[in-house]
Structure formats: structure tokens, C-alpha cells
């Protein structure tokens, strides 16, 4: 009678010291498997771009890269195994693969066979077609960490191969952002005779951000610079460290060169760029994915009010706007407008939710929403943009709004077209 009195306190100690622990991995298991089971039905389990590889033989449950990621809800544990959650909310940061102690997780862009919104590069960024290179955030990988050591081991491994002399350049750099910035800076250590193109003033995608965004970095050396040691830097200060670059280095770039088409010629290519024709051995393509600003092709949006980006939110004021779209930087631009002196802004957004935006994003516009600073309209679609007034669809009908300016990120169309019609393989599925 008294051993069953001492194995019945032994068992009823032993539950509430395990039944607490089992109920909270209980409950966190089956929201993580809902919020999997959500991201499926809605396509945002699968990565837009880079995401954590989980080798399930290896991981031991431990949580810690759910915990290390910065951007939250991209991993969770599902039967005591990582998976992806929600994968579109991945931008490489690789915290989660650092923080795993069994190494069951690493950063990748998976099976690039199967993917038919990646170029087939090697492991020396070159493409199916001889001679030209891929780099950057086109190739799959976001984060300026890896556009600049993919641009340096770019041109130092066209270098060492290279036959030079035979055309005006050895290397031909399509796009003036930090990866086609750390091309030509390599290119110049290496004694290459090189030029830059792009379209635009340097800088890249980092021109397209507000004033003073924050941009988030890790820790990466420059050719002939010098490391990028902080983890934030300001739009303002990274432009300034890049076009420091180019004055000291004497960067030769060519800018209003819009890429029209690289056909090969013998042992090298011959590039139209605008009214420019060049020459050049090799050819690395710098260029984002972004592409062209996608258009909602609604009555009214091609008047002078409707903007596809916002680089001065202070210059909007005491107006009625309405901002389109559901990622980050239609959520910035939002939050920076409404901070503005007067301005009642909406935010039109076709999806339930907001799925695939930075954790900090999230955080700053739901207090917003909160303090009724700023207007959502989810579920929503611009049927017309009138002179003076927006028009949307709701699943409650047809909403009016005063309007003095629209703002449209509604993604771009990537320049996939102008690849394919180089010769430039993607995954089978677009092959």
C-alpha cells in the first residue's frame, strides 16, 4: 500500500511538472501546423527566392532556427521537425542555419531544375550560355552581402580564365548596383578593362528606397573599399559609400543604357544597350529582379497622380492617398506617408492578411492601424482612379474614396523574356 502511495505521488509530481511543457508544445505544434496548412492553400509556403533548407534525418527539434530568424513566422516546428511556414518572408539572412547545432539547416534556392523563376548558373555564375554571367539578386539570392561576394567571385574567376585583349573590353557589367559595382571594383583589381552600364544612376534597387529607409546588412568586404561592418545603414549612407567608390577607383560607367539584347559573336559578345553597341569578352548581368513596374491596368492610372514609387514621402502633405499593395514597400511607403502633416491614407490590399512582410514592418503598421492612424482595406481591388476620387472593390461592393495621389507596388515584371531570347536556361518547367 505504500509503494502505490509513493508511485502515485511520483506520477502526479512528475505530470505537473510535464503536462504544462507538453500542453504548450501541444498547442504551438497545432498552430504551426495551421499556419502551414493556411500558407499552402495560399502558395506563400514556397520561397520566392533563396529560403532554409531543413534535412529532416538531422533535426533534432530544438527550435533554435525558429528562434534565430529576424524576420519571424518563415520556420516553425511541426511533429518536432522545422519546416517552412511561410517561405516568402525569407530574404537570406542565414541566422537560422548559424544558430542550428546539428547543422539540419542550410540557405539555398533548393533544386534549381524544378524552378522555372531562376537562371542556370554554375558555380561560377556562369549561365547555359558560355561567356555570360549571372550575379546578384537575378540569380535568386537577396541581401547586398551576397550580391557583392558573388559579384567579387564573379570576375575574379573570369580573371583567371580569361583570354584578354581580343575585344575593346574584357568584361562587359550590365547593372550598376552593388553587385555590378563589386564586378567592376574586382574587375579593376584584377587588371581588366571593363565598363559599367545600367540604365540608371548607381545604386541599384537601393535608389528605389524612401528617404532615410533602413537597409539591413551583414558584415562584407568591398573590393578595394574596404567591409560594410554595420548591421543597418541608411539609404543615404550606403549610396554614399558606393558613389565614394566610383570617384576613388574611377568607376567608368555609362548610365541611360537600357539592355535591349547580348548576341554572341567568336569568342565574345556583342551588347546593345540603348543607341550603344559594345564589344566585350565576357558579360555579367548585374541586374535586379524587379524589371518593370507592374501596372494594374485600370481606367484613370495613367494620370500624373499615380506614382510606382516613393522616394520623399515628406513632399506629400495635407492630401487624401491611397497606397496599393501588400509587401514591404507598400507598407513603408504607407507608414511614411501617414506620418506626414494631414495626410489620410488607405492602404489597398487584395489578400486577408498581410503574409509575407519583415516582422518590424508588421509590428509598426499594426500599431498604426491600432491608433487609427492609417486605413486598410483588405480584400480590396482598384476598379478606377477618377480625378479626384479612387474607386475600389470590396467584398461589402463598391467603395469611394476622395483621392489626391496614388502610389501602386504592385511588384514588376522580372526580365525574363529578354534572358530566354539570349539563349539563357531556366529551370524544365520553362525549357
Known amino acids: 500500500m505504500e509503494s502505490v502511495l509513493i508511485w502515485t505521488l511520483v506520477l502526479g509530481v512528475t505530470g505537473l511538472i510535464t503536462l504544462p511543457y507538453w500542453w504548450r508544445h501541444y498547442r504551438r505544434d497545432q498552430r504551426n501546423r495551421s499556419e502551414k496548412q493556411e500558407a499552402v492553400h495560399l502558395g506563400i509556403d514556397k520561397p520566392k527566392a533563396q529560403y532554409p533548407m531543413v534535412d529532416t534525418s538531422l533535426c533534432i527539434g530544438c527550435g533554435s532556427c525558429v528562434k534565430a530568424c529576424p524576420e519571424g513566422g518563415v520556420l516553425g516546428l511541426v511533429d518536432g521537425k522545422a519546416t517552412i511556414i511561410n517561405g516568402f518572408r525569407c530574404v537570406g539572412h542565414g541566422l537560422c542555419a548559424a544558430a542550428c547545432p546539428v547543422e539540419a539547416v542550410q540557405i539555398g534556392l533548393g533544386d534549381l531544375k524544378r524552378r522555372d523563376d531562376i537562371p542556370l548558373t554554375d558555380s561560377g555564375f556562369e549561365s547555359s550560355v558560355p561567356g555570360l554571367h549571372i550575379v546578384g539578386e537575378l540569380g535568386g539570392l537577396a541581401l547586398i552581402k551576397n550580391a557583392i561576394q558573388q559579384g567579387t567571385r564573379c570576375v575574379s574567376g573570369i580573371a583567371k580564365s580569361l583570354e584578354r585583349g581580343r575585344y575593346p573590353l574584357d568584361v562587359l557589367i550590365v547593372g550598376a548596383g552593388p553587385a555590378g559595382l563589386a564586378c567592376a571594383l574586382t574587375a579593376k583589381r584584377e587588371g581588366l578593362r571593363y565598363l559599367v552600364i545600367d540604365q540608371q544612376a548607381p545604386g541599384g534597387t537601393i535608389l528605389q528606397y524612401p528617404r532615410k529607409k533602413l537597409v539591413l546588412t551583414q558584415p562584407v568586404e568591398i573590393p578595394l573599399v574596404g567591409w560594410l561592418k554595420k548591421s543597418e545603414y541608411s539609404k543615404e549612407e550606403l549610396l554614399a559609400i558606393w558613389q565614394k567608390a566610383i570617384i576613388d577607383q574611377a568607376v ?26 559594345f564589344e566585350a569578352s565576357r558579360v555579367v548581368l548585374a541586374l535586379g529582379r524587379r524589371g518593370t513596374p507592374r501596372k494594374l491596368n485600370v481606367p484613370g492610372e495613367d494620370q500624373a497622380k499615380v506614382a510606382y514609387q516613393l522616394l520623399d514621402a515628406f513632399q506629400y502633405q495635407n492630401e487624401h492617398v491611397l497606397v496599393v499593395g501588400g509587401g514591404d514597400s507598400a507598407i513603408e511607403a ?36 491600432e491608433k487609427d492612424q492609417l486605413r486598410v482595406q483588405f480584400e480590396s481591388n482598384v476598379l478606377e482612379i477618377g480625378s479626384d476620387f479612387v474607386l475600389l472593390e470590396t467584398p461589402q461592393g463598391p467603395l469611394r474614396l476622395a483621392n489626391d495621389r496614388v502610389f501602386i507596388f504592385a511588384g514588376g515584371t522580372p526580365p525574363f523574356d529578354l534572358l530566354k531570347s539570349m539563349g539563357i536556361a531556366f529551370g524544365a518547367a520553362s525549357v
Not at 560607367?253 to 553597341?277: H, K, M, N, Y
Not at 502633416?341 to 509575407?356: A, C, D, E, P, W
Open 334 to 369: 504607407a507608414m511614411a506617408l501617414a506620418a506626414q502633416t494631414g495626410n489620410q491614407v488607405t492602404l489597398s490590399y487584395r489578400k486577408t492578411k498581410f503574409f509575407r512582410i519583415k516582422r518590424r514592418n508588421e509590428e509598426r503598421i499594426y500599431a498604426l492601424l
Open 252 to 277: 567608368p560607367i555609362e548610365t541611360d543604357c537600357r539592355l535591349e539584347q547580348v548576341s554572341p559573336i567568336p569568342g565574345g559578345f556583342e551588347v546593345f544597350a540603348g543607341s550603344r553597341r
